[in-house]
């Protein structure tokens, strides 16, 4: 049965109550031992690992994967007491597992995510929370239910640096916001997604069902595995994989929910090896107006085909300047000339004449003084060497594990910046352009 808004709503605060009730009752002290488990060791779910066991108090115990050289691998590097499977249900039912994180391929998150919520467990669920549209609530109403805690893994909004860009924003360092504009270019082979296959990726080495989950029963191919990015059964495309990161910052900074229109256009004009999804997408977002920010355009672009390099950025464009974020943060303005000038030089001399008389005294020349001098150019935030948005993320997620708090990216943000980035992928395979409820997180048409 569809879920009405009104229902969903309802029910939703309901269970939240119920949940917080629950979670009041559980919280743990600030330096209380955390056991975790990790589902999907590769090269997301290792990085997260490394960042979650650098949290002082948390304790690796286990992890789950499919394809038995990483649960070896993972022996390597954690150690040999580490408990490994390939069924994650196995984590799911042992008591000393406080939280889990889900670094699998899209496919799986909201499932694992809400057996492991159903199974008592806190989840730190990797970007893009869910695979599809439809995944959305049903992930939200999981959290509020059992009041776990849930994270999603952008971890840019747990970022110094664009904490410090949401500082400025807000003080109006770029006046108003008219425009936001971010890319993602690539030129390389591990950059559009073309991993290592290992040589003994076999099907006694994979559990090739269990990978497949939901997806479509296709006969065994270790591409499929090693390169799901590539393939819409499993991954989300660029828009699931990279927009999405856009889209969680700059809710972020500017505290917008989502656009009410969604837009893309690309095509896969490189890479054709055996991939059916873009190489090269363009999103184009509507944001109506809202307390925190203006109406203002977000375009997004991916091009996995840079023939002269790498580049990424993000630009906030407003009325008096230019706010831009890479490693740290930057403010350029250049203030507007205060007169609008002129181009009379074809009017006949006459009205030449004329029309000076009228500007000067409309703009009587400005007296040259100290606050004429505007200031002009560049002020850059740059965070300390070394720091880690990642390890910050983290570490918020395993503080709200013990108090209970909130975590920065609940799963209503994380559906936020889902949704929109889900969306494009329609928008791009069938040729329309989306409509969407940001606040109600539901797909209009
Ligand atoms: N936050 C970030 O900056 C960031 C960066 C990279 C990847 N990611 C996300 O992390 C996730 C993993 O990406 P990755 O690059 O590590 O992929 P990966 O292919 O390196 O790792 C995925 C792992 O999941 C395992 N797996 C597949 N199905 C499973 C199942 N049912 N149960 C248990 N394990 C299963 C695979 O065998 C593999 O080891 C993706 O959702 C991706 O979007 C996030």
């Known amino acids: 049965m569809p879920t009405t808004r009104r229902h969903f709503l309802r029910e939703t605060t309901a269970a939240g109550l119920l949940a917080s009730s629950l979670a009041a009752q559980q919280s743990k002290s600030a330096n209380d031992r955390v056991q975790v488990a990790t589902i999907g060791l590769g090269g997301m779910g290792t990085g997260d690992t490394h960042s979650s066991t650098n949290v002082p108090g948390v304790e690796l115990v286990a992890v789950a994967d499919i394809y038995q050289g990483r649960l070896d691998h993972a022996k390597e590097v954690f150690g040999k007491s580490l408990f490994t499977t390939r069924d994650y249900r196995e984590l799911l039912a042992r008591k000393d597992i406080d939280a889990v994180i889900v670094a699998t391929p899209d496919h799986w998150h909201s499932q694992i995510s809400i057996d492991a919520m159903n199974a008592g467990k806190d989840v730190y669920c990797e970007k893009p929370m869910v695979q599809h549209v439809d995944d959305g609530k049903k992930v939200i109403e999981a959290q509020q239910k059992t009041g776990r805690v849930l994270q999603v893994g952008s971890q840019r909004v747990s970022s110094i640096v664009y904490q410090k860009a949401k500082e400025l924003y807000r003080n109006g360092a770029i006046g108003e916001l008219n425009m936001v504009e971010a890319w993602w270019d690539r030129n390389s082979a591990l950059g559009a997604w073309q991993y290592s296959i290992p040589l003994d990726a076999t099907p006694e080495n994979i559990d090739w069902d269990r990978f497949l989950g939901r997806a479509p029963k296709v006969p065994f191919d270790p591409v499929r595995l090693f390169r799901w990015r590539n393939y819409r059964d499993y991954g989300t495309g660029v828009a699931g994989d990279l927009f999405v990161h856009l889209f969680s910052g700059m809710h972020f900074v500017t505290g917008a929910v989502g656009p009410d ?185």
């Not at 503080?399 to 943000?413: G, I, Q, Y």
């Open 261 to 445: 229109s969604v837009y893309a256009t690309g095509g896969l004009r490189f890479w054709k090896d055996g991939r059916d999804v873009p190489d090269v997408l363009l999103g184009l977002y509507d944001y109506a107006a809202a307390q925190s920010h203006p109406a203002f355009n977000l375009a997004l672009r991916v091009n996995f085909v840079d023939g002269a390099g790498e580049d990424s950025g993000f630009r906030f464009v407003g009325s008096e300047g230019i706010m831009t974020i890479d490693n740290g943060v930057t403010v350029a303005k250049r203030p507007r000339d205060p007169e609008p000038g002129y181009t009379i030089e074809t009017f006949t001399d006459a009205m030449q004449k004329k029309f000076l008389e009228d500007y000067k005294k409309r703009y009587p020349p400005a007296v040259m003084n100290a606050d004429s001098i505007r200031p002009q150019g560049e002020e850059k935030y740059l965070p300390p060497a070394g720091y880690s948005d990642h390890l910050d993320h983290h570490r918020n997620f395993i503080e709200a594990v013990r108090s209970r708090k909130p975590v920065t990216e609940d799963p209503v943000f994380g559906f936020r910046a889902a949704g929109p980035a889900l969306l494009s992928n329609i928008s791009y395979f069938e040729r329309r352009m989306c409509k969407w409820d940001p606040r109600t997180m539901t797909q209009l048409d």
